[in-house]
Nanobody, 136 residues
Framework: QVQLVESGGGSVQPGGSLRLSCSVS????????IGWFRHPPTNEREWVAT????????YYTDSVKGRFTISQDSAEATVYLQMDSLKVDDTAMYYC?????????????????????????????WGQGTQVTVSL
């Protein structure tokens, strides 16, 4: 069973940057979809960005495109989320998650008229979360 541990959260002012890390263990020979989700204080959990563990198939929700970058370092067994130009609306608990049955992102992604989306229910392993607070 894959295990995920997030770190790197904190408090920043609008316009600031943070880099979140997701340490991935028990996943050495796999290449499934790893995603970042967030749970704002007054909303339900929402998808942020995803990629396959060994690279490729990068997806971003529209509200973070051009500001957030997901990346991976297989040698370090870590998936990162670089967050720049942070806004107050980015305040949330951030989680990383691994897709059920090690499915790749292309097979987990769902397309609609509003663009790509990833559902939390398609991800079976979750970290404990790291808090990001953006405020003046």
């Amino acid at each position: 069973q894959v295990q995920l541990v997030e770190s790197g959260g904190g408090s920043v002012q609008p316009g600031g940057s943070l880099r979140l890390s997701c340490s991935v263990s028990d996943y050495t020979y796999k290449d499934g979809c790893i995603g970042w989700f967030r749970h704002p204080p007054t909303n339900e959990r929402e998808w942020v960005a995803t990629m396959n563990y060994r690279g490729g198939d990068l997806y971003y929700t529209d509200s973070v495109k051009g500001r957030f970058t997901i990346s991976q370092d297989s040698a370090e067994a870590t998936v990162y989320l670089q967050m720049d130009s942070l806004k107050v609306d980015d305040t949330a608990m951030y989680y990383c998650a691994a897709a059920l049955n090690d499915r790749r992102c292309q097979s987990v992604a769902r397309w609609s008229s509003r663009g790509w989306n990833f559902r939390p229910g398609d991800f079976g392993a979750w970290g404990q979360g790291t808090q990001v607070t953006v405020s003046l």
